[in-house]
Nanobody
C-alpha cells in the first residue's frame, strides 16, 4: 500500500507565492518519477511539472519560469514552488508518483494523492 499526501494549498493573492509538498509513504522500493498535475473546474486534468529520478524536469508552457519542481529523494517527497501566481492557476493540484514496491516488480505503478486546492484571487 502506498499513500501520497499533499499539503500547502490555500488562498493566495495574484502575484503571490505558494509551495506545495507531497510525501510518499508505504511499500516503496524506488520511485521513478514524481510530478504535479492540476484540474480546474470544468476542465481536464493537465500536467504542471514532472521530475524523473535522474532530475530531468518537464513543465507545462503555462508555468515555465514561474513554477519550480524539486525532489528530496531521501524523504520520498516532491515540492512545487509556485511564484507569480495568476487567477488562472486556480485548481486542485494533484501529485503523482510512478514507483516500484519491490525489487521483483518491473513495471512502475502510478499513484495519486488526494489533491489540494489552490485558489488565486485577483
Amino acid at each position: 500500500q502506498v499513500q501520497l499526501v499533499e499539503s500547502g494549498g490555500g488562498l493566495v493573492q495574484a502575484g503571490g507565492s505558494q509551495r506545495l509538498s507531497c510525501a510518499a509513504s508505504g511499500s516503496i522500493f524506488s520511485i521513478n518519477s514524481m510530478g504535479w498535475y492540476r484540474q480546474a473546474p470544468g476542465k481536464q486534468r493537465e500536467l504542471v511539472a514532472t521530475m524523473s529520478n535522474g532530475g530531468r524536469t518537464n513543465y507545462a508552457d503555462s508555468v515555465k519560469g514561474r513554477f519550480t519542481i524539486s525532489r528530496d529523494n531521501a524523504k520520498n517527497t516532491v515540492y512545487l514552488q509556485m511564484n507569480s501566481l495568476k487567477p488562472e492557476d486556480t485548481a486542485v493540484y494533484y501529485c503523482n508518483a510512478a514507483l516500484l514496491s519491490s525489487h521483483t516488480q518491473i513495471i512502475p505503478i502510478v499513484y495519486w494523492g488526494q489533491g489540494t486546492q489552490v485558489t488565486v484571487s485577483s
